[in-house]
């Protein structure tokens, strides 16, 4: 079993990292075609449906990030309505470690400051087209 820790974990864009965040994930879902009938014996049954999935980071506002993508690449990506390439992965992966990767859109974006608090930010990504998995 190769468990991890998983500050290891990224989101990014373009094979660049989205800076400072704290927490990352990822969620995929498969919807479901009811296919019951009178024949079912009064159990439900189903047939899968479309899959769809989302990627949500949050973290620590930072403007000027140079090596990595920042918050206002992410505002810049929300105006612009653009599309973009994202993976969920480690940094680095070992033999038999996955990735996940899949274009998206930024469908929300926060930004917040509380009195004596750190200012941070959220962002979610909801994927289009397929969602790619590479293991090393």
């Known amino acids: ?15 660049v990292l989205i800076a400072a965040a704290t927490d990352v994930s990822l969620t995929l879902n498969a919807e479901t075609i009811d296919i019951t009938t009178k024949d079912s014996a009064a159990f439900r049954e189903l047939l899968p449906g479309v899959r769809s999935g989302s990627i949500s980071v949050s973290g620590l506002i930072d403007y000027v990030d140079a090596a990595n993508k920042d918050t206002l690449n992410l505002y810049d990506a929300w105006e612009n309505r653009s599309v973009l390439a994202l993976k969920f992965s480690k940094a ?3 033999t038999g470690e996955a990735s996940f990767s899949a ?6 974006l926060e930004q917040s400051g ?23």
């Open 103 to 108: 274009n998206a859109f930024i469908t929300s």
């Open 1 to 15: 079993m190769a468990i991890f820790n998983g500050t290891d974990l990224g989101v990014y864009i373009d094979q």
């Open 92 to 94: 680095t992966l070992a």
């Open 114 to 136: 509380g009195t004596e608090d750190t200012a941070s930010y959220s962002a979610t990504f909801e994927l289009t087209g397929t969602i790619d998995e590479t293991v090393a």
